[in-house]
């Protein structure tokens, strides 16, 4: 009787271990993983060692020839990880938003790489996105992606990303960014400092005080910067206080349900998925926001063919639907 009960301490003391263990792993969704896990182990390890998911959302075409090549870009970007951390990422490119969006439900992490304001396409989907992220999902956002009316999406990028785009703060001119330095964290890995001209957002709506958001491109803008008429996007009083100070375009956060969130203001020019630096920082940005642990030297970013560049640029100029 004493050895059964022995045995039986034994059994359950293993099972709470191993419950405790895989609640822990990243990117899991703790009640399924240990049911599953204390039915079948090998099943879930392998489902652990498995890539993760990432889901990339292009918007329609916008813009002149080379800027906002949603679709090239996120071709671009998804390739890459594919091709070159296969074993950490499978990445799947969406023109548009998923016909079937149960497809975004296992993912690990979702991009979205779109024209933003009133015509962003996650304002439909706020609710089941707000699923997801409660869920641990990560969320990435380029560009104009970033930008969310105040009132509808604004609260919620300001939880899932740590901060967005707000009209009549939040300004988008075009200037030299010089990132003399880099802070030490995953999504730097391998990225040295570098200067590149895009249309490079700042002053962005962050989270209260700027809490749980990690700046990870600091620079000082020009005073070039702030030489338009007040405007939604142009200027305004705001940020003509914040002239010669820091400001972030990109930024990372870690969200209370342990999901990811990485925010990256550049993204105008298609050209500029050609450095190396540039690209580097959104891939180990992406795949930090899947929870996947980024390479050493980060995600390798070897010098991209012209071909590979023009895979998918949109017709241009646009055809309005
Ligand atoms: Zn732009």
């Given amino acids: 009787m004493k050895n059964r009960t022995s045995k039986l301490l034994l059994f359950f003391t293993v099972l709470i271990t191993l419950t ?9 969704t703790p009640s399924n993983k240990i049911a599953n896990a204390t039915m079948n182990p090998s099943s879930n390890v392998k489902e652990l060692l498995a890539p993760k998911k990432v889901v990339f959302i292009a918007g329609a075409c916008s813009h002149g020839p080379g800027q906002h090549e949603h679709n090239a870009g996120c071709t671009l970007l998804a390739s890459q990880l594919n091709k070159q951390i296969p074993n950490l990422v499978q990445a799947t490119v969406f023109q548009g938003w998923p016909p079937d969006s149960t497809v975004l439900n296992d993912a690990a992490a979702i991009v979205l790489y ?13 609710r089941h996105l707000e699923t997801l992220m409660k869920k641990g999902v990560g969320l990435a956002c380029i560009h104009y992606a970033v930008e969310v ?15 967005y785009f707000e009209t009549f703060w939040s300004i988008n001119p075009h ?13 730097t890995r391998g990225v040295k ?17 700027v809490t749980g958001v990690t700046p990870i491109l600091t620079a000082i803008p020009p005073a070039s910067t702030l030489t338009k008429k007040d405007g939604p996007r142009d200027n305004n009083e705001f940020v003509r206080k914040e002239e010669g100070r820091p400001q972030h375009m990109c ?10 969130g990485f925010a990256f203001t550049g993204g105008h020019f298609h050209k500029n998925w050609g450095d190396e630096n540039f690209r ?17 030297n980060g995600v390798p970013a070897p010098p991209l063919l012209d071909a590979e560049m023009m895979v998918n640029l949109d017709q241009k100029p646009c055809v309005k639907n």
């Fill in 193 to 209: 400092p570098f200067t590149i001209n895009d249309e490079w957002y700042y002053h962005m709506r962050f989270q209260d005080n």
């Fill in 20 to 28: 405790a263990t895989l609640s822990w792993l990243p990117g899991t």
């Fill in 251 to 260: 930024w990372v956060t870690e969200r209370p349900d342990k999901g990811r």
């Fill in 114 to 126: 779109m024209d933003g304001a009133e015509g962003h396409l996650a304002l439909q989907h706020l």
């Fill in 280 to 296: 580097k920082l959104v891939l180990n940005g992406i795949a930090w926001t899947a929870r996947v642990e980024v390479p050493k």
């Fill in 175 to 187: 200037w030299l960014a010089e990132y003399k330095s880099l802070p030490t964290h995953a999504v």
């Fill in 149 to 163: 009316p105040k009132d509808n999406g604004g609260p919620e990028f300001k939880r899932w990303i740590g901060g």
